[in-house]
């Protein structure tokens, strides 16, 4: 009831494509669902989050859907680029300050120009 | 968003020394802090959780004894492989949420390659 389902594992798309990254989720307490980016390397980046009482935001390129009664939420990156070539990771945890995430296994972004 | 910092970025030790890491946020004052291990291209492993000024909490399978978490401070957490062997080489980062973030917003840190020989 713990576990994050992230897919696809990887994922190539060309510049200016449309790539969806997609979670599943058990728990019904969770209540709040970042997205991280990470570089080779480095460590991840906060890039966008929601909580359930919104079916979608946006950020820039980036937005996040979701599906309350489905339990799954995704990642869409609006007109990709190079630079966005990078692993993703969905989470998940209680709204709750100090709760630990629960990470997805993570999504290997490869944008082509 | 909020800064958190690393020191050192790699380390390269011999088998049977310790290393220290530490972590601190730059920004905020970091009320919980988490320690992450992470194997080449796999996902996010917790290895703890310190709140400031109690005893870290270890997930399953993580020897407390040899991973030493402290968290003194609201804006410092070291974490020390004591007799550090081989298969303790990874990359080690921290991530902290704290007073002033939203919900549940936790920064992570740049990380630290730790090679064991």
């Known amino acids: 009831q713990q576990q994050v389902k992230q897919s696809p594992q990887s994922l190539i798309v060309q510049k200016g494509g449309i790539p969806i990254i997609n979670c599943a989720y058990e728990n019904t307490a969770f209540d709040y669902f970042p997205w991280y980016q990470q570089f080779p390397g480095k460590g991840p980046a906060l890039l966008i989050a929601i909580r359930p009482d919104v079916s979608e935001k946006k950020e820039g390129r980036f937005t996040i859907s979701f599906n309350k009664s489905a339990k799954q939420f995704s990642l869409h990156i609006m007109d990709s680029q190079p630079g966005d070539s990078a692993t993703y990771f969905c989470?998940?945890?209680?709204?709750?300050?100090?709760?630990?995430?629960?990470f997805g296994k993570g999504t290997t972004l490869s944008v082509s120009s | 968003g909020a800064v958190v910092s690393q020191h050192p970025s790699r380390v390269i030790c011999k088998s049977g020394t310790s290393v220290k890491i530490e972590c601190r946020s730059l920004d905020f004052q970091a009320t919980t802090m988490f320690w992450y291990r992470q194997f080449p291209k796999q996902s996010l492993m917790l290895m703890a959780t310190s709140n400031e000024g109690s005893k870290a909490t270890y997930e399953q399978g993580v020897e407390k004894d040899k991973f030493l978490i402290n968290h003194a401070s609201l804006t410092l957490s070291t974490l020390t492989v004591t007799s550090a062997h081989p298969e303790d080489s990874s990359f080690y980062i921290c991530s902290a949420s704290g007073r002033g973030l939203g919900y549940n917003e936790q920064f992570f840190g740049p990380g630290t390659r730790l090679t064991v020989l």
């Open positions: 989470a998940a945890s209680e709204s709750q300050a100090g709760t630990a995430l629960i």
